[in-house]
């Protein structure tokens, strides 16, 4: 089973607008990270946010975190089409000795249109 | 720093043929994970290794079978393959409780 769930499945916008991605889970977290992937290769970290923490930002990146509602959300501010990839949240579902292991969910399939 | 590396990037098998997917982590990473990834969906984990020894497996039958090597490196691999075994293998390295850094990744497609 997944234990984040990204929404939409996917989005599709215009040049210079901002894009949103929201990220539900169901478990208490120590973390959770934001991950970029081109064209079914590799994941790119993007951000790494604590469960302490807020908010974090990152260029022009904005992360949010809530876990008091189980949620997190990803903004990307004046999105060019180099942004075009799928995005997902992965959180520290499971601990093996000392390190998390990233459980991620389906992903939001982002386009920008030029 | 070369990052992650897997290889090869792409192959293609048989059913019921075995396959070795191969990567080495990022320099000074300890800690190598495989996951397995569908078209559409997210990243599934399958197992996570850690000073040679396998120290969490997710939810994969033990056709699956993996080892790491004294430099950290690590394979994965699949016996007996079936074509559901058709993914995008991604391997991550990481150093303990910091973010995981992904590879490329190895196309696998079974016919």
């Known amino acids: 089973s997944q234990q984040g769930e990204e929404d939409p499945q996917a989005l599709s916008i215009q040049e210079g607008e901002n894009a949103t991605m929201n990220c539900s889970y169901k478990t208490s977290i120590n973390n959770l990270q934001w991950y970029r992937q081109n064209s079914g290769r590799g994941l790119v970290h993007l951000i790494l946010?604590?469960?302490?923490?807020r908010e974090k930002h990152s260029g022009r990146l904005r992360v949010t975190l809530d876990t008091s509602k189980k949620s997190s959300s990803l903004l990307i501010t004046a999105s060019r089409a180099a942004d075009t990839a799928s995005y997902f949240c992965?959180?520290?579902?499971?601990?093996?000795?000392?390190?998390?292991?990233?459980?991620f969910g389906r992903g939001t399939s982002l386009i920008v249109h030029p | 720093d070369a990052g992650v590396t897997q290889s090869p990037t792409h192959l293609i098998k048989t059913r019921g043929q075995q396959v070795t997917l191969r990567c080495s982590p990022k320099s000074g990473h300890d800690t190598v994970s495989w996951y397995q990834q569908a078209l559409g969906q997210g990243p599934q984990f399958i197992f996570q290794y850690y000073e040679e020894e396998e120290r969490q497996r997710g939810n994969f039958p033990d056709r699956f079978s993996g080892h790491q090597f004294p430099n950290y490196s690590s394979e994965l691999n699949v016996n007996a393959l079936l074509l559901g075994d058709s993914a995008l293998y991604l391997c991550?390295?990481?150093?303990?409780?910091?973010?995981?850094?992904f590879g490329q990744g190895t196309r696998l497609t079974v016919v």
């Open positions: 991550a390295s990481s150093l303990g409780r910091y973010e995981a850094f």
């Open positions: 946010i604590r469960s302490n923490e």
């Open positions: 992965a959180t520290d579902g499971r601990v093996a000795g000392g390190s998390y292991i990233p459980t």
